[in-house]
Structure formats: C-alpha cells, structure tokens
C-alpha cells in the first residue's frame, strides 16, 4: 500500500521505519535516490506552502500528518528526512532562468540535488543556469 493512502499516525510510523533503514546504507546515491523514490508518490496538490514565507512551514511531524503537499512542501519533506537521519543538507529557494519558475531544491554536500527533476538526484552542475533567492540549512529548520 501507498505510504501516502494510509492513515496519518501509521504515515508517521512508516516514514521512520523508512529513515530507520536508509541509516544502514552506505551507498550516499543510493539514499538519496531512495529519498527521492518515497517522496514521488506524494500526493501534489495546489499550494501548501509559502515558499517566501518559512515562518509557516510546517514541522516535519506536521507535514507528514498533515499530507497536504506540494512540489515545495515535498522539498521540504526531503529535506526534513535527510536532517533527521543527521545528513546535513541545504534548502534552496532558485530561480531557474531557463524554465522560469522559482522552487526549492535540496543540495548535498555541495554536490547532489533533489527536487530540481522529478525523482531524479542531479548533479549541482546541471542547475549552473539558476540563481539562489534564499537558502536554508536544515539544522536550522528543525
């Protein structure tokens, strides 16, 4: 069953025994292509959150309970998993100058990001056509 169809308290139990099992792998692609691979079936709704806004950002435990996500809100989500596994990571607000939105990624020692492509873990280098509105460490978001 789809993590994201179960009820909101078995949700939050799943996501731990998930960064429970990611903490054994070695493999630093790996767990971030398993990140990105339980974070894709979120469901996506309209605006979640307010990406200029991270006073009103839900906590972690929120956010999973609450399941009410977006493309930004599934960044932060992602972003929640790895501080919660202690991989220190960075959350950035971009502004991409070829698709011309603006989104939050997750960027891994300076060298992978999630969320800039759908399930994918993309080298840093690919998103040099980006600028950077705000960034966050995610020891400071929790």
Known sequence: MNVWQMSSDQRLKEWRVFRNEILEIDDDIKVLKLVADWWKLAPISTRAIDVYDDSTWPNPWDLIHKGELDENAIALG?????????????????????????????????????????????????????????????????
């Open 78 to 142: 992602m972003c929640y998993t790895l501080q919660l596994i202690d991989w220190p990571c960075t959350l950035q607000l971009i502004q991409d100058n070829e698709q011309n939105e603006i989104k939050l990624i997750i960027l891994v020692d300076d060298e992978h990001v999630l969320n800039y492509t759908y399930n994918e873990v993309i080298d840093n280098t690919t998103i040099s056509h980006c600028s950077i509105i705000n960034q966050w460490e995610s020891s400071d978001l929790i």
